[in-house]
C-alpha cells in the first residue's frame, strides 16, 4: 500500500533521514516509533505529501508522492497529532466541509452516516467541536481522516493527551480500521505497538534499525523473561535467597521501594517459569510479596537494546 525507496532528509548539514527503505502492505498496522529527534516527525510529514524529501521515493497505492502528488494523497487519510480541527463549527458542519475539500464522489450523507457509526460520534454530530471532550475531538480527527474511503491512513501520537478509557477506545478504533485500511501510525507508547501493531519500524538518529513483526521483536530478548518484585525483608538476606531460586539467573535490588517493600528485579532463565518458585522460597522465609510485574522480556527492553545498540553502546 506504501513503499519507501532511500529516503534522505537533508537540513543544511543536518542528517534527518538517512536512506530509509520500507513496506507497508494492505491490511497491516505498522508501529512507528523512535526517542525524541530521531527522524520520526520528518518521516511522517514525507509520507504524507506536507514536506518534501532531499532524494528517495514514496509511492501510495502505486502513485509516486512526488510526481502525482494529488493521486497519492486520494489515497491516503492523515490524522497529525494536533487534529485540524475548526472548534466554531459542528462535528456535522466539519465532516461535509472536509468532504467538499477532498472532492469526495461517494454518496456524502451515507458515506459520513457509515464513518460516524465506525467512529461512534453519531451522539454529538450537531455539537460545536468546542464543547467536545479530548477523546471526541480525537474521535472527529479519525473520522474526517477516514473521508474518501483512503486505503492508507497515517495518525501520528494518536492517543496523546487522552485519559486511560479513552486509550483503550481509540486503540479498538484501530484494531478495526485495520479491517478495511493499512494503517501507519507513529508513537512513543512501546504498548501502544504491543496493543494494536503487528509489525514495528524503529527509527533512531535518521536510520532505520529494526523492521520486524511485533512478536519477533518481543522474542529478541535474549536474558529470558523479567520481573520486578515488591518483597518485604532485609535486602541482605532477600538477595542472596532470591539467587538461590533454580531458574533465576540473576536478581538485583533496584533501590526503589513500595512503602514497605523493596523493589526486587529478576531475570529467569529462557524457558523458565520460576514465579511460584519465589513465592514459596519468600513465604517460607517470612518476606511477603506485596506485587510482582513483568519488567522485560516486552517490546520496551527490545527497544531499549536496540536504540543503544544503534548509538554504538553496549
Same mark, same amino acid.
Given at each position: ?125 450537531? &455539537? /460545536? ?7 471526541? %475531538?480525537?474521535? +472527529?480527527?479519525? @473520522?474526517? *481522516?477516514?473521508? =474518501?474511503? #483512503? ?113 526486587? &528485579? /529478576? ?7 520460576? %514465579?511460584?518458585? +519465589?513465592?514459596? @522460597?519468600? *513465604?517460607?522465609? =517470612?518476606? #511477603? ?26
Amino acid at each position: 500500500m506504501i513503499e519507501v525507496k532511500h529516503l534522505t532528509k537533508h537540513y543544511g548539514t543536518f542528517c534527518a533521514l538517512d536512506d530509509i527503505s520500507f513496506s507497508v502492505g494492505k491490511g497491516e498496522v505498522v508501529g512507528l516509533l523512535g526517542p525524541n529527534g530521531a527522524g520520526k516527525s520528518t518521516a511522517m510529514n514525507i509520507l504524507t505529501g506536507c514536506l518534501s524529501a532531499t532524494c528517495g521515493e514514496v509511492f501510495v497505492g502505486g502513485a509516486d508522492m512526488r510526481e502525482e502528488p494529488l493521486k497519492a494523497k486520494r489515497m491516503l487519510g492523515y490524522l497529525p497529532e494536533q487534529p485540524p480541527l475548526y472548534p466554531d463549527m459542528t462535528v456535522g458542519e466539519y465532516l461535509r466541509f472536509v468532504y467538499e475539500l477532498k472532492g469526495c464522489d461517494l454518496p456524502r450523507d451515507a458515506h459520513l452516516a457509515e464513518i460516524c457509526e465506525l467512529v461512534r460520534i453519531g451522539d454529538v454530530f450537531c &455539537r /460545536l467541536i468546542s464543547q467536545l471532550s479530548k477523546g471526541y %475531538r480525537q474521535r +472527529v480527527g479519525i @473520522a474526517q *481522516a477516514l473521508i =474518501g474511503d #483512503p486505503g492508507l491512513v497515517i495518525l501520528d501520537e494518536p492517543t496523546v493527551g487522552l485519559d486511560p478509557k479513552q486509550i483503550i477506545e481509540v486503540r479498538a478504533l484501530i484494531r478495526t480500521l485495520s479491517r478495511r485500511h493499512t494503517v501507519l501510525l507513529s508513537t512513543h507508547i512501546l504498548a501502544e505497538v504491543q496493543a494494536v501493531c503487528n509489525r514495528v519500524l524503529i527509527i533512531n538518529r535518521g536510520k532505520l534499525i529494526a523492521d520486524e513483526q511485533t512478536d519477533t521483536l518481543t522474542r529478541m530478548i535474549e536474558d529470558g523473561i523479567c520481573y520486578r518484585y515488591g518483597i518485604i525483608g532485609p535486602q541482605k538476606d532477600v538477595l542472596p535467597l532470591l539467587r538461590r531460586v533454580p531458574g533465576v539467573k540473576e536478581a538485583a535490588f533496584t533501590g526503589e521501594y513500595d512503602g514497605e517493600a523493596g523493589i526486587f &528485579r /529478576l531475570t529467569f532463565a529462557p524457558g523458565a517459569d520460576c %514465579r511460584k518458585a +519465589v513465592y514459596y @522460597a519468600c *513465604a517460607k522465609a =517470612g518476606y #511477603p510479596i506485596l506485587s510482582a510485574v513483568s519488567g522485560g522480556g516486552d517490546l520496551e527492553s527490545v527497544f531499549i537494546r536496540l536504540v543503544d545498540n544503534s548509538d554504538g553502546h553496549a
